[in-house]
């Protein structure tokens, strides 16, 4: 999802390789790196993060090289390589880089050089590049956990090491890239750690090899993936290996001294895993597991091949077994639903959240008797309210100056899953299943639009539903309830008052 915020009352509700297509916007920011212009940040112009990800070029791959110091205190040595093809000509090229010193910057195996603009690092290379070429770039840097902990995301801190959570924009706080889920590419991940240490990334293993006292393990890709769900843990830790359907690896990395206290909520995953291909079918990757981080996040991260969630959410026994349950569920319902099928734009979040959130409730519908509908009647009487603060489902308010994990409030969670609610009481149960079916196997390893979602939806139901979801989607207030003519919401409170 992304961030799965949690209360301590489980109960109520908390939460928790395509271009985009404006091409006047590409054109007018692509001049921007024209060779009499100065260097400067730039953009795809996503309307709530509009300097995230650059034009220009498509990334196709990722090679990241990280040496660990043996503390979560320093910066790591880095080396980031980027094979890219360009989609118009290009006197520099921007990439998303935050944090961490650059010693050097190679482009096709020359020297070239660069700046750090806002945001943004500007690489000029000796020569311009034409549209179509490809161009390989190799940026030697430091990648820094100290300050990184002070912005939303990046490298996060655990007991014995490291792991990330880079959504929604933070993953240029660890190593250069294109920033922005629109551009998804194949990942290899190299760590090398002290011998005491064990590294794990999205992915499968391809090799480990031990020089001296130090180990590097490689971790490859099979499916493309967007930078905000890369993921990369370092720690004292044991990997615990299963089957899951089909003889899916299941892996999952666990503090060491808590393996056998975890061990009954991680045998629970194959299960999960066969319930979730039942509802939309085949799982979409080469593995699956969980991370188990100790660490104080106060969320779960659906990190592409191998989710993040804090341990405590499993050890302190302050939640019922079927709500500890459906968060597994949530996360791994995002492998569909915001990994594998990722949003064009970030106000295609609904898609992503109103999604896990769905199956997170239907979970405990079928194996708790946790009632969808009376959950779904709560969040109606609070989705007026969610609008007010948040902005209707599909049209988030953007976040706050310095809180970009701002945009995860309840309107793209419950009030999302709400839209989904009101869909199946409008085409029935039949068509949504089948809708939900052929969403993820049609744009499967691939990004997609609200749009696409309302074209399909409508396909299926065999009439225009524009119509319908449009208040459902963009209104400021929420539409009747249909089937559900009683339900009321209760009117947004206004400033100053209780």
Not at 10 to 20: E, N, Q, T, V, W
Not at 211 to 216: H, M, S
Not at 233 to 253: C, E, F, M, Q
Request: net charge negative; glycine share 8%.
């Amino acid at each position: 999802m992304l961030l799965t915020p949690r209360t301590q009352a489980p109960p109520a509700r908390r939460r928790s390789l395509r271009r985009l297509k404006a091409v006047v916007l590409l054109a007018a920011a692509v001049g921007l790196v024209a060779a009499s212009a100065p260097a400067a940040p730039l953009g795809v112009g996503d309307r709530l993060f509009p300097y995230l990800g650059n034009p220009g070029y498509d990334v196709a791959s990722y090679d990241l090289s990280f040496v660990y110091p043996g503390t979560n205190r320093e910066p790591l040595q880095a080396v980031t390589t980027i094979d890219a093809r360009t989609t118009t000509s290009l006197d520099r090229v921007n990439l998303d880089f935050a944090h961490g010193e650059v010693d050097s910057v190679d482009v096709d195996g020359e020297p070239a050089t660069f700046a750090s603009v806002g945001e943004d690092l500007v690489v000029t290379p000796e020569e311009p590049r034409p549209e179509g070429s490809w161009m390989r770039i190799t940026v030697r840097h430091t990648s820094d956990p100290v300050s990184a902990a002070d912005r939303d995301g990046g490298w996060l801190r655990t007991a014995d090491g490291l792991a990330m959570a880079n959504q929604a924009d933070a993953a240029h706080l660890v190593f250069p890239c294109n920033d922005h889920p629109s551009d998804k590419a194949m990942f290899t991940i190299r760590v090398t750690a002290p011998e005491d240490y064990t590294a794990v990334a999205n992915g499968l293993p391809t090799g480990v090899q031990r020089v001296g006292r130090a180990t590097t393990w490689t971790y490859r890709t099979q499916h493309p993936m967007a930078t905000e769900l890369a993921q990369v843990s370092i720690g004292r830790s044991t990997v615990l290996r299963r089957n899951g359907p089909h003889n899916l690896p299941v892996r999952d990395v666990v503090p060491t001294r808590d393996r056998a206290a975890l061990e009954p909520w991680l045998k629970k995953t194959p299960d999960q895993i066969a319930w979730m291909e039942g509802k939309v079918g085949p799982y979409p990757f080469e593995t699956y597991g969980l991370l188990m981080a100790k660490a104080a996040t106060g969320f779960e991260l659906e990190t592409q091949t191998l989710s993040l969630f804090e341990r405590d959410l499993f050890t302190e026994g302050g939640y019922p077994k079927w709500y500890v349950e459906s968060i597994m569920v949530h996360e791994l319902a995002h492998q569909w639903f915001g990994d594998s099928v990722s949003p064009r734009t970030w106000s295609d979040l609904w898609l992503n959240e109103g999604h896990a959130t769905w199956y997170e409730a239907l979970y405990a519908e079928e194996k708790a008797d946790q009632s969808m509908a009376a959950r779904m009647k709560e969040a109606y009487s609070a989705s007026d309210r969610w609008r007010a603060d948040g902005g209707p489902p599909a049209a988030p308010k953007a976040p706050e100056p310095g809180q970009k994990i701002g945009i995860f409030r309840p309107n793209v969670y419950d009030g999302a899953a709400l839209v989904l609610y009101a869909l199946r009481q409008e085409i029935g149960q039949p068509a949504f299943e089948q809708l939900e079916r052929l969403w993820v196997s049609g744009h499967q390893d691939a990004t997609a639009t609200t749009e696409d979602f309302v074209r399909l939806a409508s396909q299926i139901s065999g009439r225009d539903l524009g119509g319908f979801f449009e208040p459902w989607l963009h209104g400021g207030t929420t539409p009747p309830m249909p089937g559900h003519p009683d339900w009321k919401s209760a009117a947004p409170r206004r400033a100053g008052t209780e």
